[in-house]
């Protein structure tokens, strides 16, 4: 396994201008009279950000500004039978030595810039709560990270790439944050490497087996157990997202390639399809202009193009159905209403060893963006002095 590089983002002249002179080229498709968002995302959105993006937004102070933020690194991991592959990722340790080693893994169409704003507050000092060493990679495939070059890199080998990057920082021992992608990659690392170096995951984005037949007694509980408002609430934005919200994943699960070409070649088709999810999978969160086209930028830029981020789709598609052995580790959740599924705490009770969770009134998929108080907040209480996971990393208690 190879040592550690720095890393900082240099995007050449050379692409900035071929971006902008695909920008000015760019042609925009009609509309129909008063459709806002029912047809997806509203032209006049799109063509603000494209003029935007092309004669207004300075990547090169946004470059500057992550490089100066996010302490950045690669390395080779090996991945049994896939070669070794270059990993990027933040890591930054906190000033208290016995903070505990957080790996924080993202999802589509996320990035390690999500880390941003909870790194300063997780790896913070005091004696009120406790710090951690944060480590968030990049995703084979995604950002800075090289792509698979082989088909079939799978669940099993996302976390096994995650794993062996903590170890390679010296963390043989370590708990974990995911969300999207990251919260499925997480509870195979759970599964797999729980216990020896896994101790305790938390994840934003908590999903849970449904009740079956096959357990007559749960079963038989669920049909007589009325819901909840919250628990209805939830299940209308389940519904919603599996109804009207999940087209992208049918086709970046079969044919991922074909959009690929799309994609890669025109920027405008980028940013109309992701910031279709930044705003439909947020609560009411406020983006600014130049955050959408920083957050697509990243994916523009990428080292393989956004395309190589679409494949996790096609790869990971059966874990979707059935998401695997239950982790026996202790598990935290956080609980947000426009999270993209929102599944009743009990379904999550009865597959998993939750030993903390938290709900919460407003937010959505992106928590560590939309809301990055409150998730640190649940984090901290689930590894606190008094926490249901407290000193769960023997010798790292995360105070001073």
Same mark, same amino acid.
């Given at each position: 396994?190879?040592?550690?590089?720095?890393?900082?983002?240099?995007?050449?002249?050379?692409?900035?201008?071929?971006?902008?002179?695909?920008?000015?080229?760019?042609?925009?498709?009609?509309?129909?009279?008063?459709?806002?968002?029912?047809?997806?995302?509203?032209?006049?959105?799109?063509?603000?950000?494209?003029?935007?993006?092309?004669?207004?937004?300075?990547?090169?102070?946004?470059?500057?500004?992550?490089?100066?933020?996010?302490?950045?690194?690669?390395?080779?991991?090996?991945?049994?039978?896939?070669?070794?592959?270059?990993?990027?990722?933040? #890591? $930054?340790?906190?000033? !208290?030595?016995?903070? %505990?080693?957080?790996?924080?893994?993202?999802?589509? &169409?996320? /990035? =390690? @810039?999500?880390?941003?704003?909870?790194?300063?507050?997780?790896?913070?000092?005091?004696?009120?709560?406790?710090?951690?060493?944060?480590?968030?990679?990049?995703?084979?495939?995604?950002?800075?990270?090289?792509?698979?070059?082989?088909?079939?890199?799978?669940?099993?080998?996302?976390?096994?790439?995650?794993?062996?990057?903590?170890?390679?920082?010296?963390?043989?021992?370590?708990?974990?944050?995911?969300?999207?992608?990251?919260?499925?990659?997480?509870?195979?690392?759970?599964?797999?490497?729980?216990?020896?170096? #896994? $101790?305790?995951?938390? !994840?934003?984005?908590? %999903?849970?087996?449904?009740?079956?037949?096959?357990? &007559?007694? /749960? =079963? @038989?509980?669920?049909?007589?157990?009325?819901?909840?408002?919250?628990?209805?609430?939830?299940?209308?934005?389940?519904?919603?997202?599996?109804?009207?919200?999940?087209?992208?994943?049918?086709?970046?699960?079969?044919?991922?390639?074909?959009?690929?070409?799309?994609?890669?070649?025109?920027?405008?088709?980028?940013?109309?399809?992701?910031?279709?999810?930044?705003?439909?999978?947020?609560?009411?969160?406020?983006?600014?202009?130049?955050?959408?086209?920083?957050?697509?930028?990243?994916?523009?830029?990428?080292?393989?193009?956004?395309?190589?981020?679409?494949?996790?789709?096609?790869?990971?598609?059966?874990?979707?159905?059935?998401?695997?052995?239950?982790?026996?580790?202790?598990?935290?959740?956080?609980?947000?209403?426009?999270?993209?599924?929102?599944?009743?705490?009990?379904?999550?009770?009865?597959?998993?060893?939750?030993?903390?969770?938290?709900?919460?009134?407003?937010?959505?998929?992106?928590?560590?963006?939309?809301?990055?108080?409150?998730?640190?907040?649940?984090?901290?209480?689930?590894?606190?002095?008094?926490?249901?996971?407290?000193?769960?990393?023997?010798?790292?208690?995360?105070?001073?």
């Amino acid at each position: 396994m190879s040592s550690e590089t720095p890393f900082q983002i240099d995007v050449s002249d050379e692409k900035l201008t071929t971006l902008r002179a695909k920008l000015e080229l760019a042609s925009f498709p009609n509309e129909l009279e008063d459709a806002g968002w029912k047809y997806g995302a509203p032209l006049a959105d799109i063509k603000r950000l494209t003029e935007r993006w092309q004669n207004g937004y300075d990547w090169r102070k946004y470059e500057k500004e992550i490089n100066e933020q996010l302490p950045m690194f690669t390395r080779d991991i090996d991945v049994d039978g896939f070669g070794a592959l270059n990993i990027h990722y933040v #890591h $930054k340790k906190s000033e !208290t030595v016995d903070a %505990i080693p957080l790996l924080f893994c993202h999802g589509w &169409p996320g /990035s =390690f @810039l999500e880390v941003g704003k909870i790194l300063p507050l997780l790896t913070a000092s005091a004696p009120e709560h406790p710090s951690f060493h944060v480590v968030a990679l990049s995703l084979p495939g995604f950002g800075f990270s090289e792509a698979p070059h082989k088909q079939g890199f799978g669940i099993n080998q996302y976390a096994e790439v995650a794993h062996k990057l903590m170890v390679a920082l010296g963390y043989k021992e370590y708990v974990t944050h995911g969300g999207d992608w990251g919260g499925i990659i997480t509870r195979r690392m759970a599964s797999v490497y729980g216990g020896r170096h #896994h $101790k305790a995951w938390h !994840t934003n984005l908590p %999903i849970g087996k449904s009740p079956s037949w096959r357990s &007559p007694l /749960s =079963f @038989l509980s669920f049909l007589l157990t009325p819901w909840s408002v919250e628990e209805k609430a939830g299940i209308e934005r389940t519904t919603w997202f599996h109804t009207k919200g999940r087209g992208y994943f049918s086709e970046q699960s079969t044919q991922p390639q074909t959009l690929g070409y799309a994609l890669t070649d025109s920027p405008v088709g980028l940013l109309a399809w992701i910031y279709e999810k930044l705003v439909l999978w947020t609560d009411n969160y406020n983006w600014s202009d130049d955050e959408v086209l920083t957050w697509i930028s990243l994916y523009w830029f990428s080292r393989d193009g956004p395309a190589a981020s679409l494949r996790i789709y096609f790869e990971l598609r059966a874990e979707c159905e059935d998401i695997g052995q239950n982790p026996t580790i202790p598990m935290g959740a956080s609980f947000f209403p426009k999270e993209i599924i929102v599944l009743p705490a009990a379904w999550l009770r009865k597959s998993n060893n939750v030993v903390f969770e938290s709900h919460h009134k407003t937010g959505g998929h992106f928590a560590a963006t939309e809301h990055p108080e409150v998730l640190v907040q649940d984090i901290r209480k689930m590894f606190a002095k008094g926490g249901p996971a407290f000193a769960i990393v023997p010798g790292r208690t995360g105070y001073a």
